[in-house]
């Protein structure tokens, strides 16, 4: 083979954007993270592990975490549920099942600033059509729910402005956004697992459909179900554009939906406050990379069982 | 499958009797699933479409009556009352295009969201034929180090990149917008996979009619690649014609850079209570060009968005 220098051509580029864009931010944030630079100013004071401190110890960050985590710890199950039950019914329908494929889809695709403002519309407490529904059910047989029969008396909740409920309802928007992307992951699974296994395991005595899927089905999809669950984890980490969206300043009611990414924004976007920014940075690719690597991992070992 | 072999099968099947009542509950469980997604498409377009107060009361269905109402902005400019009568729709809608600059937002979109693709197809491209098809020492490090970046999501690193991109200067510019976005490892990944598939022979006999490695890339790998870049295209196309993390972060105030959910994003900021219609509208306008594309080319745009599902 001719001796070619035409790769160096190739690689060089993207090798230097990687370093660039990809690595060396990693390795700022790293550094910064140390400090309590500012920008605009010349310097900054290395401060140690001060800015680690804090975000372990502050209230704010606690808040923080609590935040980040009831999100995802709602929307990944959800998502990964509803679009796993979703994928069931539709695969199993003799019609129309691509119909709701699409509609499912939709959210998917709609920018999601957009479609949280109108959620907020939505959701609003006297306008909203979701509170003006509800009211419309007062007096039936839905009052006998305690809940339902509260919110006739007085009023239904402020959904979004509430600090019982904003970090729900903002989680339900994740959840509505997120599981039809998971859905089509695992229709695709599902299209995929050969029929002569269903046959098999009927005349193994797999008789009921529960047994299908707990012998079959639910096995086939254990690659699936490990890709599904890692990206949307990843996804819901990232959670940003619905809160930036209903709460501009300081993270919704009592700071209970204060995020990760709305935090570093705040912090070090509005605040300038780079160094402790820096270190939600850190603390964060922790997280995600930790996530990603146990789902190689997963993958590697070829396990069916999740 | 077609429907009848599927039926077929299910009647061979012992579910046979009770096949019309599970399937029955299971579109009865699938319609009420629908609603709930459907209910703030449902919101937005009928809101764009309605008058103000039909909006406060929750009033004339779906399309609105109609009916003309005054515009107190027009009358507030000294016009005469008749001249300021105006029908919901259309007062909705063009007051979305002259209260901001939409056209302005749509088209920096559009700019955008292109020049990333293409930079990530210029950048991307060679360097997965160099991986997948070439020898060379350091190749393993090199692949290596694409599945590591895989790791990092690029919101993630957002606030350090901002601070380079404000030590150089590029902040508020369209600079800002498309630079972070240049290196797509997804995009290497996924088109060394495929060029993985690609026989040597196509590239050997491209060597033996004096072709160079350059024109190799773009006149022999780039159309046998075309599908695998149609469905990243629109994965691309699509994540960045939606994102707003990125362009809130290095777009502060200049507003002929908006994108377009920027410029929505505004547009709430200083929304003033009745204003509820032509906010719509503009939702709208930025939601519907990727949703119309998605229900013309559906399986397409399935196959791109969860392209990263297909490691």
Known sequence: ?306 | MSDAALQSTDTNSATVFRFPTSEAIKHAVLILGAIVVLLPFYVMLSYSFKAPHEIMQNTGGFFGTQELFRDDFCIKLGNAVEDCMVRPVIYNYTTAFEKAPLLRYLMNGLIVTVSIFLIQIIVALPCAYALAKLRFWGREAVFGLVLFCLLIPVHAIALPLYIMLAKVGLTNTYAALIIPWTISVFGIFLMRQFFMTVPDDLIDAARMDGMSEYSIVWNVMLPTAIPALMAFGIFSVVAHWNDYFWPRIVITGNRDLFTPPLGLREFKGDADGDNFGPMMATACIIVIPLIAAFLLAQRRFIEGITLSGMK
């Open chain 1, 1 to 306: 083979m001719p001796r070619s220098y035409a790769h160096l051509w190739f690689i060089a580029p993207a090798l230097f954007l990687m370093f660039v864009i990809l690595l060396l931010p990693i390795i700022l944030a790293g550094t910064l993270s140390f400090t309590n630079y500012s920008l605009g100013n010349t310097g900054a004071d290395w401060v140690g592990f001060d800015n680690y401190e804090r975000i372990f110890t502050r209230s704010t960050y606690e808040k923080m975490f609590g935040a980040t985590f009831r999100y995802v710890f709602v929307v990944v199950p959800m998502t990964v549920a509803l679009g796993l039950g979703a994928a069931l019914l539709i695969h199993s329908l003799t019609r129309f099942g691509d119909l709701y494929k699409t509609i499912y889809f939709l959210p998917v695709m709609a920018a999601l600033i957009a479609m949280a403002i109108v959620w907020e519309f939505a959701l609003h407490p006297t306008v909203g059509i979701v509170n003006a529904t509800l009211e419309r059910g007062c007096g039936t047989f839905l009052e006998r729910w305690h809940w339902y029969a509260q919110g006739c008396d007085r009023t239904f909740p402020l959904w979004l402005t509430d600090r019982d409920y904003a970090i729900w309802t903002v989680a339900f928007i994740g959840v509505w956004q997120g599981f039809g992307f998971n859905m089509v992951l695992y229709l695709a699974g599902l299209t995929s697992i050969p029929r002569e296994l269903y046959h098999a395991a009927e005349m193994d005595g797999a008789k009921s459909g529960w047994d299908r899927f707990r012998l079959v089905t639910w096995p086939m999809l254990g690659p699936t179900t490990v890709f599904v669950v890692t990206i949307s984890f990843i996804r819901s980490f990232q959670v940003f554009d619905t809160v930036e969206a209903f709460y501009p300043q300081g993270g919704g009611p009592s700071k209970s939906v204060y995020v990760m990414m709305f935090a570093i924004y705040e912090k070090a976007i509005q605040q300038n406050l780079m160094g402790i920014g820096a270190a939600i940075t850190i603390v964060f690719l922790g997280f995600v990379m930790f996530l990603t690597i146990i789902q190689r991992w997963l993958v590697e070992r070829r396990t069916h069982y999740v």
